[in-house]
């Protein structure tokens, strides 16, 4: 019971890096630490995307991830958000000369974009924190569609 409450008010962050220099990684996990704190908003970090609202894409999508970031999406339950951090997930960014497919964007839709090789945690931060209540309002929908 108090599960299922904190749970409908949290957010809760798939990060899955397709191939870039892990710059954009360790400015996430720096959302975790003391300084940003990241939980205290309610966002919550999990490995696995079937429990995901929001999924953290890094790196520029590889050849060899184009097919898996797409299974990953479809595995993804609604409201399958998806935010593409940094440059490389936007562009490719240093990689796009090399054995890539492109941007996020060009594998499955994104619905938000944070620039910048890397971007700092407090974008980060804000850029999930703006796309939660959209989360939240979806999640809410399905559960009370679920209910009825």
Request: proline residues 7%.
């Amino acid at each position: 019971m108090v599960k299922e409450f904190l749970r409908k008010r949290s957010i809760h962050v798939c990060v899955i890096n397709t191939g870039g220099c892990n710059g954009c990684d360790i400015e996430i996990v720096a959302c975790l630490a003391p300084r940003y704190d990241i939980e205290q908003y309610g966002i919550y970090v999990h490995n696995n995307p079937r429990e995901a609202d929001v999924l953290l894409i890094t790196g520029p999508v590889t050849l060899q991830w184009a097919e898996r970031l797409k299974e990953i999406y479809e595995k993804t339950p609604e409201p399958k958000i998806v935010v593409a951090v940094g440059a490389c997930a936007l562009s490719g960014g240093i990689f796009k000369e090399g054995h890539v497919v492109g941007g996020v964007d060009k594998v499955i839709p994104v619905d938000a974009k944070i620039p910048g090789c890397p971007p700092r945690p407090s974008e980060i931060i804000e850029t999930i924190l703006k796309v939660a209540p959209k989360a939240i309002a979806m999640r809410e929908k399905k559960l009370k569609n679920r209910d009825e």
